[in-house]
């Protein structure tokens, strides 16, 4: 299933306009207030979840919960979730003592703009509060074991299981000999740090939908669809850094070379790596295809949108 043109021009882009307003609001109006607020934490903790980024999780999330009729409030709380954790874990990789990057998102990363003890306790800070905003998903209706389901997936996913796992992988390669990382044990990395909560976004939707039922071929279809992305989203990453420019990125471009860091580029080549992506590209909209025969109720708008996020993840410049 293709979404249309219409869909693909204007409805999407009309829909993920609106959503980025909504998720921007839902993330400011998480963040603590009070006394908390006037402090130099919470300024961090802003600096560092506001005010950017292509929100690519929390769409996902939007749509997959969508698509089967979920309650876009509870949602909202997922993909907040989501965002939080997301915005933590680039705070924590720019780190010194991790990647040692100076600019995020176009802006300096928070070590820079507000130092380095700041940066640690202001990830630390959104990792508990990604958790506290999933808690609340109970309180607006969701059911005890799917709120729990919902807790679950997503610490897995950010967890040593996840993407806290493959960072340490990435860690223990940083200057290897490109000899010595082959194909498998860089999807295996890139399945953690990356695919683990792209994957988790669709679960986090899925996880929303109250009293809907869900064929078990669907489920695994829809999560198969996030497993490609994910996989896709990195391959991409690897290209753009080989490819763009800082200043289109927002980011520092180049470094996976300069640090000798095994990439999809560095063992395919740039052209193959970005033939590798398409593959993956379609793979995941053939999942939803699958998926929509099985399940001819699933949302046709969810499914669009869908469909839609994993040509922007694959066809995006920055």
């Known amino acids: ?48 979840s ?13 749509a997959s919960g969508q698509a089967l009729a979920a309650d876009p409030a509870i949602c909202m709380r997922a993909a907040v979730a989501l965002e939080l954790i997301h915005a933590y874990s680039l705070v924590h990789d720019d780190l010194p ?8 998102r176009g802006k300096p990363t928070v070590h820079v703009a507000y130092g380095e003890a700041t940066a640690m306790l202001v990830g630390d800070g959104l990792q508990a509060l990604a958790f506290e905003v999933l808690v609340g998903m109970s309180q607006l209706g969701l059911a005890a074991d799917q709120c729990l389901e919902a807790i679950g997936a997503l610490a897995r996913a950010s967890g040593p299981q996840g993407m806290v796992g493959g960072q340490a992988i990435d860690l223990a ?14 999807q295996g990395m890139h399945e953690m740090k990356t695919g683990a909560l ?12 109250g009293a809907v039922e869900l064929h078990p071929a669907v489920d695994r279809l829809l999560n198969q669809y996030a497993a490609f992305l994910g996989l896709a989203f990195q391959v991409i990453d690897d290209v753009l850094d080989e490819s763009a420019s800082t200043e289109a990125l927002g980011k520092t471009a180049g470094k996976d070379k300069a640090q000798q860091k095994p990439t999809y580029v560095s063992l395919m080549g740039l052209e193959k790596a970005r033939g590798f992506a398409h593959d993956l590209h379609r793979q995941s909209i053939d999942c939803l295809a699958q998926a929509k025969k099985i399940d001819s109720g699933l949302g ?18 920055h």
């Open 97 to 104: 003592c991790m990647d040692n990057d100076i600019l995020r």
């Open 1 to 48: 299933m293709r979404p249309s043109a219409a869909m693909t021009a204007d409805g999407h882009q009309a829909w993920i306009q609106t959503q980025l307003s909504l998720i921007e609001a839902a993330i400011d109006e998480a963040l603590p207030k009070g006394e908390l607020s006037r402090t130099k934490l919470f300024e961090a903790l802003a600096y560092a």
């Open 173 to 186: 390669v940083l200057g290897s000999a490109m000899s010595f990382v082959d194909l498998a044990q860089l």
């Open 198 to 209: 792209l994957k988790a976004s669709v679960q986090l939707g899925l996880s929303c939908r």
């Open 300 to 317: 046709a708008e969810g499914m669009a949108h869908l469909a839609a996020l994993a040509d922007l993840i694959v066809l995006r410049q």
């Open 50 to 62: 506001l005010g950017g980024g292509k929100r690519i999780r929390a769409l996902l999330c939007l």
